[in-house]
Structures are given as C-alpha cells and as structure tokens.
C-alpha cells in the first residue's frame, strides 16, 4: 500500500509540473504572441505591475503620469475570451513583429454610478488595426510596443 501511495505521488507531482509548464509555453514575453498574451492577461487581472512589465521599457511611465494611468486602467475592467492571435515578423528587423487579434471577445465593465455596466465586441467584428499590436524584442525578451494609457 505504501509503495502504491509514493507511485501515486510521484505520478501526481509529474503531471504537476507538466501541466505548469504546459501553461507557460507561449507566455510572458518568450515569443510575439507571448508578449501580447501577458499584455492582455494583465489588463485583464487589473494588475499594474505585471501590465506595465509586459510594454517596451521605452514606453513605461512613472511619477503622476504613471499613477493616472493605473486609475485608468482599474476604471474599466475587461474580460478576455477564446482570444486567438496571429503574428507576422518584419521581414527586415528580426526583433519586431505585429500581432493581430483574429478571435475571441472583449467585454468591458466599467462601473457607472456605482452599477456594473457590459459591452461585449467579437474582435473580428473591430478595424484590425485597432486590434494589432506592434512588438519588439530587447534582449531576448518580446515586449508590446505601445504607450501605456495617459
């Protein structure tokens, strides 16, 4: 019975650990698709830290206009759904990329006189260039290219 348990552990902790890196291939800024799924994972979890990580460091802010930006971020809430992306690398510039979303939905919710209001859009159904996002690669790590909110 003992032995059975110590298989059954080891057998627990293996699918464990694949399942975890299973969840991190593809994210936090590895790849284009990465940078733009932290990004949105981000904004999403109104996490400020994690948000602002995932922009080119050119592009981050700090002082007043960073606090104006993260009350900005906190007053509309979104939800991302079925999010599916497509990148395109720059022929030219190996470090740069854009990456469209192709699918899912968005659903806003801000708070409006203390009610929660919903919007939801089909990404398919909004200007692509609206839903693209340019992406940079410093030192190995892709970012999204973009000015945070201000």
């Not at 996490?47 to 007053?75: M, T």
């Not at 999010?83 to 690398?89: C, D, N, P």
């Not at 022929?91 to 409006?112: H, R, W």
Request: net charge negative; proline share 3%; aromatic share 8%.
């Amino acid at each position: 019975m003992r032995k059975f348990s110590v298989i059954l552990m080891t057998g627990a902790a293996v699918l464990a650990v694949t399942a975890l890196a299973a969840s991190l291939t593809g994210c936090g800024g590895d790849s284009p698709e990465g940078a733009v799924n932290k990004y949105l994972s981000a904004w999403q979890a109104l996490d400020w830290n994690a948000f602002e990580s995932s922009v080119a460091p050119d592009n981050r802010l700090s002082g007043q206009d960073e606090e104006e930006a993260k009350i900005y971020l906190e007053q509309i809430p979104v939800e991302f759904k079925d999010i599916k992306l497509s990148t395109t690398l720059d022929p030219e510039d190996k470090n740069k990329a854009k990456v469209v979303i192709t699918g899912g939905t968005v659903t806003y919710k801000p708070k409006i006189i203390g009610k929660e209001k919903t919007d939801t859009k089909d990404f398919s159904k909004i200007a692509e260039d609206a839903r693209t996002y340019d992406v940079v690669r410093i030192n190995g790590v892709w970012y999204v290219d973009t000015e945070l909110i201000h």
